[in-house]
């Protein structure tokens, strides 16, 4: 398969990159670095590059970030930049990639714990984590040509020990596991579902 990730470059992104270049083609996309670039952010950015690689088999994404800011702290331009970024930035991956993939092609996004689990400051990834599963939830039954799409769900990771002391009482899930989730989604059969890693 000819496989886009996109994130390809950070610390979840190298792991996913690594298990699948083993059989598959990969393209690794970073914002900077990568064998292409992207700003998830800009539209025509992403345009350039489905135009630049062509028609594709799958799209992994592990990009996108927000802001940790506690809500007495927030405002609306803080917490649109989550939006723009993990959010829309991921959703636009699909809307646009959709017209380059190939028939039974898969999209893999990815969500994360704060979804279903708050923490302190964690306000606007808790809302971006929850539109991407419900995003994914709706967007399944309407994409053609046997197109599927899933999401991520990760708890924090155990390489990145910076961010424990954040998620009180969570045990850090292996990059294995969370590796493994995204071979169920680009390798099996399953659509519309958040496959979650915690």
């Known amino acids: 398969m000819k496989i886009i990730i996109v994130g390809a470059t950070g610390t979840l992104g190298k792991k996913v990159a690594e298990a699948f270049l083993e059989k598959h083609e990969v393209i690794r996309v970073g914002n900077t670095k990568g064998d292409v670039q992207v700003d998830i952010t800009n539209e025509s950015s992403i345009k350039a590059m489905f135009e630049k690689i062509g028609a594709f088999d799958a799209l992994i994404s592990t990009s996108g ?7 007495k702290q927030m405002t609306g331009e803080k917490f649109k930049s989550g939006l723009l970024d993990k959010l829309l930035g991921q959703v636009n991956l699909v809307l646009i990639g959709q017209h380059y993939i190939n028939k039974g092609g898969s999209f893999t ?12 400051a964690g306000a606007v990834l808790s809302a971006v984590n929850g539109g991407l599963n419900s995003f994914v939830i709706a967007a399944a039954p309407e994409l053609e040509n046997e197109v599927r ?11 990145s020990p910076a961010y424990f002391d954040s998620f009180p009482g969570e045990i850090p899930v292996t990059m294995d596991k969370v590796v493994k989730a995204f071979e169920k989604s680009v390798l099996g059969i399953v659509t519309g579902q958040v496959i979650k890693v915690y």
Do not use: Q, R, W, Y
């Open 109 to 120: 996004l990815t969500s994360g714990i704060l979804a279903d689990h708050p923490i302190a």
């Open 149 to 159: 799409i899933n999401a991520i769900s990760p708890n924090v990771v155990e390489d």
């Open 65 to 71: 970030k927000g802001p940790f800011v506690p809500i």
